[in-house]
C-alpha cells in the first residue's frame, strides 16, 4: 500500500534532512529550522543547530522580517474586499496628513510608488521606536525619489503607512487586527509582535572566526508593519498552505491569486523575478514560486510556495548574514515536486448549481470563434478558449446578473447578460465583447452588425 498523500517518503526525509543540515553548515548559522506543506497541511519539519543548547523544533519563534509584509497586505486586501476602499484610492482618501497623499494604495502594495527605502535617521531595524513617535518621521521631508509608477523600488516606510492605513480605517491598533482578522482563523498562536519563549536569539557571525555576537532585538514601533513579527515554522506553514488555497474567514482564494499576479518587475533584476500585491514572485528551476523573504539583524527567514504543485516551503535561521534562506527553501520545495510529484485530487461533480447559471454553460462565440463559458458551485463563472490560450479570465459575480473578471485581459471588466424583449438570454456583453450561441447571430446586436447574405459557399478558384 502506497504512503498516504499526507506523508514523505523516508527517502525524501533524508533528503530534505540531508539539504537542511549542509544549509546550516555551509551558511554557518546557529540554527536553522525548515518545514514543507503539501496539499494544505505541514508533512515534514526539523531543525539543525542548537537553540539555549538543543536542536530548534517547529514551535521555536525566530523573527521574520519583511515576511510580516505579507500580513499587512491581506489586511488592506481585506479592506478592498469589503469595499471600504480601493486599490486606485490614492493614501489621503483614507489616511490625510502624510506627505506622500498623492499615492496610491495599489501602488505602495507593488512598491511601486517611488518612495524611499528606509525611513530617514539611524538605522531603523537596530534602534528603538521612540525614535520615530509620529508618521511624519517615518518618510522625512523628501520621501519621493522617483516618479510614481515608473519603477519598482522597495519601500519599507510604505508598509508603515499601510499599516496605519489599515488602523486608521478601522479605528483598532494594527497589531490587533492582525490578530483578530488573520493570526487567529489561521490558528497562528505563536505569530506575535515581541518575541514569546521558546524563542531563538538573534547573532551575527564574526566573517573570519567561528565566533558570534548578540544583535539587538528592538521594537519598532511605527515600521512594524513592515517587518516586526515573530513566528515558528509550524506557523509559517500554516501562512504557506493560505498563500496556496487561501481561506474564506480572511481572503477568498481568487484574491489571494490576485496577490499571486505580477504588479511590476523588481528593481535591477531579471525577467524571472516580479513583485504582486505584498509577495515577491520568483521562477527558479522552470517554477513559478510566490512568498517573501525576510531580514533583521540576527535573523533571516523566507516562505515560498508553489500553487501549481500544492507545495510550500518555510526555512527560518538566527544570523545576520551567510545563510541562504532563499535558495534552501526552494530547493527543500523542489525535493518534494521531483521526487514525489503532485497525486491530483478525484474528480467530483459540484453538489450544487445554480440553475440559471447551468443555462448559460457550453459554447459561446465572439465572431467566429468558439468559446466556453463554465460555472461552478460557487456563482464564479470561468471563460476561456476553446482552443486553450487566449484571453480567458475567472469571474466572480457581483449580483444582477453581472461578474467581475479576475484575470488576464479582462481583469477589472464586467460580464452582463443581455436578454431579448422576451426575456430569454439573447448574447453575453463583457467588456464590449458579444458573445453568442451562434457564430454571428443575426437576432444579436454583433458590433458593425452582420452581412445579411449570411453564411455561403466560398468561390472556386
Given at each position: 500500500?502506497?504512503?498516504?498523500?499526507?506523508?514523505?517518503?523516508?527517502?525524501?526525509?533524508?533528503?530534505?534532512?540531508?539539504?537542511?543540515?549542509?544549509?546550516?553548515?555551509?551558511?554557518?548559522?546557529?540554527?536553522?529550522?525548515?518545514?514543507?506543506?503539501r496539499d494544505g497541511q505541514a508533512v515534514?519539519?526539523?531543525?539543525?543547530?542548537?537553540?539555549?543548547?538543543?536542536?530548534?523544533?517547529?514551535?521555536?519563534?525566530?523573527?521574520?522580517?519583511?515576511?510580516?509584509?505579507?500580513?499587512?497586505?491581506?489586511?488592506?486586501?481585506?479592506?478592498?474586499?469589503?469595499?471600504?476602499?480601493?486599490?486606485?484610492?490614492?493614501?489621503?482618501?483614507?489616511?490625510?496628513?502624510?506627505?506622500?497623499?498623492?499615492?496610491?494604495?495599489?501602488?505602495?502594495?507593488?512598491?511601486?510608488?517611488?518612495?524611499?527605502?528606509?525611513?530617514?535617521?539611524?538605522?531603523?531595524?537596530?534602534?528603538?521606536?521612540?525614535?520615530?513617535?509620529?508618521?511624519?518621521?517615518?518618510?522625512?521631508?523628501?520621501?519621493?525619489?522617483?516618479?510614481?509608477?515608473?519603477?519598482?523600488?522597495?519601500?519599507?516606510?510604505?508598509?508603515?503607512?499601510?499599516?496605519?492605513?489599515?488602523?486608521?480605517?478601522?479605528?483598532?491598533?494594527?497589531?490587533?487586527?492582525?490578530?483578530?482578522?488573520?493570526?487567529?482563523?489561521?490558528?497562528?498562536?505563536?505569530?506575535?509582535?515581541?518575541?514569546?519563549?521558546?524563542?531563538?536569539?538573534?547573532?551575527?557571525?564574526?566573517?573570519?572566526?567561528?565566533?558570534?555576537?548578540?544583535?539587538?532585538?528592538?521594537?519598532?514601533?511605527?515600521?512594524?508593519?513592515?517587518?516586526?513579527?515573530?513566528?515558528t515554522a509550524a506557523d509559517l506553514a500554516?501562512?504557506?498552505?493560505?498563500?496556496?488555497?487561501?481561506?474564506?474567514?480572511?481572503?477568498?482564494?481568487?484574491?489571494?491569486?490576485?496577490?499571486?499576479?505580477?504588479?511590476?518587475?523588481?528593481?535591477?533584476?531579471?525577467?524571472?523575478?516580479?513583485?504582486?500585491?505584498?509577495?515577491?514572485?520568483?521562477?527558479?528551476?522552470?517554477?513559478?514560486?510566490?512568498?517573501?523573504?525576510?531580514?533583521?539583524?540576527?535573523?533571516?527567514?523566507?516562505?515560498?510556495?508553489?500553487?501549481?504543485?500544492?507545495?510550500?516551503?518555510?526555512?527560518?535561521?538566527?544570523?545576520?548574514?551567510?545563510?541562504?534562506?532563499?535558495?534552501?527553501?526552494?530547493?527543500?520545495?523542489?525535493?518534494?515536486?521531483?521526487?514525489?510529484?503532485?497525486?491530483?485530487?478525484?474528480?467530483?461533480?459540484?453538489?450544487?448549481?445554480?440553475?440559471?447559471?447551468?443555462?448559460?454553460?457550453?459554447?459561446?462565440?465572439?465572431?467566429?470563434?468558439?468559446?466556453?463559458?463554465?460555472?461552478?458551485?460557487?456563482?464564479?463563472?470561468?471563460?476561456?478558449?476553446?482552443?486553450?490560450?487566449?484571453?480567458?479570465?475567472?469571474?466572480?459575480?457581483?449580483?444582477?446578473?453581472?461578474?467581475?473578471?479576475?484575470?488576464?485581459?479582462?481583469?477589472g471588466e464586467r460580464l452582463r447578460i443581455?436578454?431579448?424583449?422576451?426575456?430569454?438570454?439573447?448574447?453575453?456583453?463583457?467588456?464590449?465583447?458579444?458573445?453568442?450561441?451562434?457564430?454571428?447571430?443575426?437576432?444579436?446586436?454583433?458590433?458593425?452588425?452582420?452581412?445579411?447574405?449570411?453564411?455561403?459557399?466560398?468561390?472556386?478558384?
Open positions: 500500500m502506497s504512503p498516504s498523500p499526507a506523508q514523505l517518503l523516508p527517502e525524501t526525509r533524508r533528503a530534505l534532512i540531508h539539504r537542511l543540515a549542509t544549509g546550516q553548515v555551509e551558511g554557518r548559522a546557529p540554527s536553522v529550522v525548515a518545514a514543507v506543506v515534514w519539519a526539523d531543525g539543525w543547530g542548537a537553540v539555549d543548547g538543543r536542536a530548534p523544533d517547529a514551535d521555536v519563534q525566530y523573527r521574520i522580517g519583511s515576511i510580516t509584509k505579507i500580513f499587512t497586505a491581506v489586511l488592506v486586501l481585506r479592506l478592498r474586499d469589503e469595499g471600504l476602499l480601493a486599490l486606485t484610492d490614492p493614501l489621503d482618501k483614507h489616511l490625510p496628513g502624510t506627505v506622500v497623499g498623492h499615492a496610491t494604495i495599489g501602488a505602495l502594495l507593488a512598491h511601486t510608488a517611488g518612495l524611499v527605502a528606509e525611513p530617514p535617521g539611524a538605522w531603523w531595524e537596530r534602534t528603538p521606536a521612540e525614535l520615530r513617535p509620529e508618521l511624519t518621521d517615518l518618510l522625512g521631508s523628501d520621501p519621493q525619489i522617483h516618479p510614481a509608477g515608473q519603477r519598482h523600488h522597495y519601500s519599507n516606510p510604505g508598509y508603515a503607512l499601510l499599516g496605519a492605513l489599515v488602523e486608521r480605517v478601522r479605528g483598532r491598533a494594527w497589531g490587533d487586527v492582525l490578530r483578530r482578522e488573520v493570526l487567529e482563523p489561521l490558528a497562528m498562536t505563536r505569530t506575535t509582535l515581541l518575541p514569546v519563549a521558546p524563542h531563538a536569539t538573534g547573532w551575527a557571525v564574526h566573517p573570519w572566526a567561528d565566533v558570534l555576537l548578540a544583535e539587538p532585538a528592538v521594537d519598532t514601533g511605527l515600521m512594524a508593519p513592515a517587518g516586526q513579527l515573530w513566528s500554516k501562512l504557506a498552505a493560505f498563500l496556496i488555497e487561501g481561506d474564506e474567514r480572511v481572503l477568498h482564494p481568487d484574491t489571494v491569486a490576485r496577490m499571486r499576479a505580477p504588479m511590476s518587475p523588481p528593481e535591477t533584476t531579471g525577467a524571472d523575478n516580479a513583485y504582486g500585491l505584498g509577495l515577491q514572485l520568483v521562477r527558479r528551476d522552470g517554477r513559478s514560486l510566490a512568498g517573501h523573504t525576510g531580514s533583521l539583524p540576527g535573523f533571516l527567514a523566507t516562505v515560498w510556495v508553489s500553487p501549481e504543485d500544492a507545495l510550500g516551503a518555510v526555512v527560518l535561521g538566527n544570523v545576520t548574514a551567510g545563510l541562504a534562506v532563499s535558495a534552501l527553501a526552494a530547493d527543500l520545495l523542489d525535493t518534494v515536486a521531483q521526487r514525489e510529484p503532485r497525486i491530483p485530487a478525484p474528480w467530483r461533480p459540484l453538489a450544487s448549481v445554480d440553475p440559471q447559471l447551468l443555462n448559460l454553460a457550453g459554447p459561446w462565440y465572439w465572431g467566429p470563434a468558439t468559446w466556453v463559458l463554465r460555472p461552478s458551485a460557487d456563482g464564479f463563472l470561468e471563460l476561456a478558449p476553446l482552443a486553450g490560450g487566449g484571453r480567458g479570465t475567472r469571474l466572480r459575480p457581483l449580483g444582477d446578473e453581472e461578474w467581475e473578471g479576475l484575470s488576464g485581459y479582462f481583469a443581455r436578454r431579448d424583449a422576451a426575456g430569454v438570454v439573447s448574447h453575453l456583453d463583457l467588456g464590449t465583447f458579444v458573445f453568442t450561441r451562434q457564430p454571428y447571430d443575426p437576432t444579436t446586436p454583433v458590433p458593425g452588425g452582420v452581412d445579411p447574405a449570411g453564411w455561403r459557399p466560398g468561390q472556386a478558384p
